[in-house]
């Protein structure tokens, strides 16, 4: 393709051309141009973005039916958007991680924040998920994987495509094997402790790697500690936990698909007789626990994203407060409780501000020992406060 076959996509007059050159991403919808020739560009198609001087800005992925209009790909207008340049994208991100693990397992692609917006991958060894959540990165998803093969040497490639960006961007479900075999859970090891991963069928890539510095820093509380790990999944503090020397530990969670394969991982670990689950709701198990007197020396919280988007952050923020309120009675004197959110649309004040009103509302005391967030295998992009999600506060109780 050359340069004069792409089309053109041309900033409104009242559009913050501004922040786009000072390195935001992302266009609206309401920020372009749309008339009968910008609607018909194909959903994923590559444009150039213009202001209303008619100067370029970029290359940007188009997607005319997703509210992020255009995705920012390169700020050089004659770069080619093909094979080369996915390796060299992918290349760069390799290095980082490389530099930082020792042992390959990690977030390997962070969307934007790695110059391929959308795009998630998670490397687990040898096996890689891949996650196109952009319409480019299902278009390209091929040479997307034929990239990674290429600069990682994996083995076996998964395509999930289940998250609910894909929804907002027009993309069907879809997990798949796209390259080599993947037969059952993948064991990964990880702050002493070992996961079982479930690539094809568990939740978003399998395993919540961003969480990595945070069960480290809880693993320095467990020594010796009964330990209750709330939102669990496949036992992410829980295990970290039982690899730092846990008496015992409780896990929490609504699947028992997730319970199921954190036992698996307690039993590789040679920790069994150590771990214990409780399927239900969380919200009433941490109920029921308090109604049975139960004490644990260290309690973790660790829910999925209640306040995804601005207009659920005030239910949201109810729910965070509420955990918090009922999680701080079951926390023995000098004791700590760990909360965590995920969601991007609840900031750390804000987040922190509920998690303080219901150790509160608890009737409890706390120091504020830690503040935590994600690993470095997922940067954040300068410009994108959504790259940010992850907050993880630790407290102890008096």
Known sequence: MVLEDYPIVRLKPNADARRLRHGHPWVYD????????TR??????????QDTERRSLGLVAVNPASKIFARML???????????????????????????????????IHAEADGLPGVVIDRFGDVAVVQPNAAWAERMVADIVA??????GVSAVVKNGTSRARGLEGLAEETTVMHGAVTGPVPVAMNGA??????????????????????????????????LDVFSHVGGFGLAGLAAGAKHVLAVDGSAASLDLAAEGAKAMGAADRFEARRGDAFDVLTALGAEGAEFDVVICDPPAFAPAKPALEAGLRAYEKVARLAAPLVAPGGYLGLCSCSHAADLAKFRQASIRGIGRAGRQAQLLHTGFAGPDHPQHPALAESGYLKALFFRLL
Do not use: C
Not at 30 to 37: L, M, Y
Not at 40 to 49: C, D, E, V
Not at 218 to 225: G, M, S, T
């Open 30 to 37: 309401n920020e372009v141009v749309t008339d009968r020739r």
């Open 40 to 49: 018909a560009i194909p959903p994923g198609s590559i444009a150039i973005l």
């Open 74 to 108: 390169d700020r050089d207008v004659t770069a080619r958007i093909g094979p080369d340049w996915l390796r060299a994208r992918m290349q760069q991100a390799l290095d980082l991680r490389a530099w930082l693990y020792p042992d390959p397992v990690y977030r390997l």
């Open 147 to 152: 990239a990674l093969i290429a600069v990682t």
């Open 194 to 227: 070992t996961y079982m991963a479930d690539l094809l069928g568990g939740q978003k890539t399998g395993l919540f790697l961003d969480q990595r510095e945070n069960h480290a820093f809880a693993a320095r509380l467990v020594r010796d500690a009964r330990m």
